[in-house]
């Protein structure tokens, strides 16, 4: 099975950039399908958006305008940048991937990311 | 936006018994649905993928089934490690959305 290694701050300031990294090993990072998900605190999980091996994207509209999301194959890693962060940005954030279309099987411990001054 | 709605946001049930959680798109998701369970501190756990195909390793008490709007997850035989949230997540369409949970908790 794959291990995904998330990466990155803690702690973010308002109207500043966040930035995680998600490392996979264990598997060809080209037989899966990519995602960041994120969880803020006591609610369901929220699709951020979605990479292809190849580099393209799917995004959610809620956070398209702040979303970039990248993959580096040989270094078998792909990455989250998310743009004007605010308090409502404060969550625990997730890479995930699946060999089956969309349903992720395989998570990273999560990330706790805060946004605060 | 597809919108999944889960209820009830909290079931009691005892151990050995059996839970019935249900999930509901706000439109046909097809057979795109996905069930994960979740305990504090913890990464979401793939259960349940293509509304009724068990993820590897996952056991035999847990069976999901519904297509279109309704699903519904069963767990058979409730064992203790079994007691947590769980998710629904729909993949039909884009954004993904999940629900927003139902708590089973022991009774």
């Known amino acids: 099975q794959v291990q995904l290694q998330e990466s990155g701050p803690g702690l973010v300031k308002p109207s500043e950039t966040l930035s995680l990294t998600c490392t996979v090993s264990?598997?060809?990072?080209?037989?899966?399908?990519w995602s960041w998900i994120r969880q803020p605190p006591g609610k369901g999980p929220e699709w951020i958006g979605y990479i292809h091996y190849s580099g393209s994207t799917t995004y959610n509209p809620s956070l398209k305008s702040r979303v970039t999301i990248s993959v580096d194959t040989s270094k078998t890693q792909f990455s989250l940048r998310l743009n004007s962060v605010t308090a409502t940005d404060t969550a625990v954030y997730y890479c995930a991937g699946g060999q089956q279309w969309l349903s992720f099987d395989s998570w990273g411990q999560g990330n706790l990311v805060t946004v605060s001054s | 936006e597809i919108v999944m709605t889960q209820s009830p946001a909290t079931l009691s049930v005892s151990p050995g018994e059996r839970a019935t959680l249900s999930c509901r798109a706000s439109q046909s998701v097809s057979i795109s649905l996905a069930w994960y369970q979740q305990k504090p501190g913890q990464a979401p756990r793939l259960l349940i993928y293509g509304a009724s195909t068990r993820a590897t390793g996952i056991p035999g008490r847990f069976s999901g089934s519904g297509s279109g709007t309704e699903f519904t997850l069963t767990i058979s035989g409730l064992q203790s490690e079994d007691f947590a949230i769980y998710y629904c997540?729909?993949?039909?369409?884009?954004?993904?959305?999940f629900g927003q949970g139902t708590r089973l908790e022991i009774k």
């Open positions: 997540q729909q993949y039909n369409n884009w954004p993904l959305a």
């Open positions: 264990g598997d060809s990072i080209n037989g899966y399908y």
